[in-house]
């Protein structure tokens, strides 16, 4: 059967930094028959059957032979039709991080440095837009890794300016690096630890837009104006507190107990104030980059009179998730009705899991539904909360109705001690 363009092409967890290509599969090891020279890849919505002969090409892994123990990681697989088969041209291990150079590979340090001495630099976030909205890195410009082909012309024209691309320590931004390289951009490098390194000592910046659904939506947030009382009595943002930098340390103990509460500040020493609750511990510390008067002169929501002087922030759950404090008392003592989901790849479960969490990994997780408990309640995690939500849904679809996702990054050790961040 010849293929058909409108049977998927790639697995939904590489739908989020690639788009469907002619003549390319993306999707997840299944299996491999090194003496049938066949591969078979699991495409969530299907497997497809791919062979291979002695010319193909292979890309980081040494041979087929190494196949046999990738089961359940993702491969690329460039293929020619011939007698209405699929054979490989060229295989290649999803590990794109390996194909960046160490020297071209940076800490936090690093950006930090090259921030300073490079006024030139362009710094490209390469999350999904929403994401970029509610908290990117000061400058940065955002070229989501699924569109990265069809947004090349935010790229400065000069091919030798600095380029450093980030995202969430995943692989959309080595991605998009080694895309910029092929358009001839020579100076390209790759933080890391992205958005959830950053965070950790670092304030972020938010859009207007974003801040505005929020006031509108009643997203829990904290809005802090740290001007003056009279410049905040003449106008300020609807929902602002007001809080002046010299007052914020006497206002220590207003703030929320959840260090991960989205804090943010405009006004005079809104950067230094937003650093300072950092110290404090706090991660979703906040600037919106613009001033009262340009907010006002947008048509975005404001108020005159007296502010507010007390903080209220009580956290709500979007559908289909649980509050990170919730999950954090749960996962600490599972109690007997509830069950928590580990949906990342065998590899990482071994690595640390949450103690009595069992691993059914999102891309089996259709097949084996009989597996979990329909009078319990169901918990479902995995890294980075993109995996979890994507379980969720498989779930809600065949019927279970009583499941929850994580949307966080959560990180464990080995002996299943574990943080979490939004």
């Known amino acids: ?121 362009v710094i490209v976030d390469t999350r999904p837009l929403p994401r970029y909205e509610e908290g990117h890195i000061p400058g940065a410009i955002v070229i989501p890794a699924a569109a990265f082909d069809k947004n090349t012309d935010k790229l400065p024209k000069e091919k030798e300016r600095p380029l450093v691309f980030y995202c969430v320590g995943g692989c959309s931004s080595p991605l998009a690096a080694v895309k910029a390289k092929a358009l001839g951009y020579t100076n390209v490098k790759v933080y890391i630890g992205g958005i959830p390194d950053w965070i950790q000592t670092e304030y972020t910046h938010v859009t207007p837009k974003w801040l505005r659904d929020s006031i509108e939506k009643d997203i829990p947030h904290v809005l802090i104006d740290t001007r003056s009382k009279d410049a905040v009595e003449k106008g300020h943002i609807k929902g602002t507190v007001s809080i002046t930098y010299d007052e914020l340390e006497g206002r220590k103990n207003m703030f929320p107990k959840q260090k991960l509460a989205p804090v943010v500040f405009y006004g005079d020493k809104a950067m230094e104030s937003a650093a300072k609750v950092i110290s404090w511990g706090y991660k979703g510390a906040k600037v919106l980059p613009v001033s009262f008067e340009a907010w006002q002169s947008a048509g975005n929501p404001v108020n005159t009179g007296a502010a507010k002087t007390a903080i209220s922030y009580i956290p709500k759950s979007k559908p289909g998730t649980i509050l990170i404090e919730e999950f954090k008392k749960i996962a600490k003592s599972i109690p007997p009705d509830t069950v928590i989901v580990d949906v990342r790849d065998r590899d990482e479960y071994k690595a640390g899991h949450i103690k009595g969490a069992i691993n059914i990994p999102v891309d089996e997780l259709a097949d084996r539904v009989s597996e979990i408990p329909r009078d319990k309640k169901v918990l479902l995690q995995c890294t980075s909360g993109l995996r979890a939500e994507m379980a969720y849904h498989i779930l809600i679809e065949k019927g279970l109705t009583n499941a929850l996702c994580l949307d966080a990054h959560i990180f464990i050790d080995a002996d299943g001690n574990f943080t979490i961040m939004e």
Do not use: W
């Not at 969530?44 to 990681?73: C, F, P, Q």
């Not at 293929?79 to 590990?95: G, W």
């Open 1 to 121: 059967m010849l293929f058909s363009q409108q049977t998927p092409s790639l697995h939904p967890l590489c739908a989020g930094c690639h788009q469907p290509e002619p003549n390319v599969i993306m999707g997840v090891l299944d299996s491999v028959s090194i003496r049938g020279r066949i591969i078979q890849l699991d495409l969530n919505t299907h497997k497809e059957i791919i062979k291979y002969e002695d010319s193909v090409a292979i890309k980081n892994i040494g041979s087929i032979h190494e196949m046999e123990a990738l089961k359940g990681k993702a491969f690329r697989i460039d293929y020619t039709v011939k007698k209405n088969e699929k054979f490989a041209t060229t295989i290649t291990r999803f590990d794109v991080l390996k194909t960046i150079k160490p020297e071209d590979k940076l800490t936090k340090e690093d950006f930090k440095k090259l921030i300073a001495e490079r006024k030139d630099l």
